[in-house]
């Protein structure tokens, strides 16, 4: 997910501002700083969107965010084909994800 949201961006003329975050049990796959908000974005393989993808890093660094002031994206890529709101987070299939913007 990370190489082709660089890979976009990049092709795009865009300059990646691109991390992930792992510290004291929080993960977060990939962020991206687009200046005015951060996305954060978590990758799953699976087709079936479980509740619990949405308990992860990505809402724990996300609300410790939104508190000093932040805007916060939150987008769970995932195997299905559905795309839809879902847990306070964007579920975009991973063949449509950069329909979406990341920069």
């Known amino acids: 997910m990370a190489s082709e949201v660089f890979k976009a961006i990049t092709h795009g ?3 990646p501002r691109l991390c992930h975050y792992r ?3 929080t993960k977060v796959d990939l962020i991206a700083d687009v200046g005015h908000r951060l996305i ?3 990758a799953r393989s699976g087709g079936t969107v479980a509740a619990r993808f949405f308990q992860t890093g990505m809402r724990t660094l ?3 965010l939104e508190k ?3 805007t916060v994206e939150r987008r769970l890529v995932c195997g299905g084909d559905l795309h839809q709101q ?3 987070a964007e579920v975009v299939p991973w063949n449509r994800m950069l329909e979406r913007t990341w920069s």
């Open 13 to 15: 003329g865009g300059e």
């Open 62 to 64: 996300g609300e410790a």
């Open 86 to 88: 879902r847990g306070g």
């Open 23 to 25: 510290a004291a049990g």
């Open 68 to 70: 000093t002031g932040l």
């Open 40 to 42: 954060l974005a978590e």
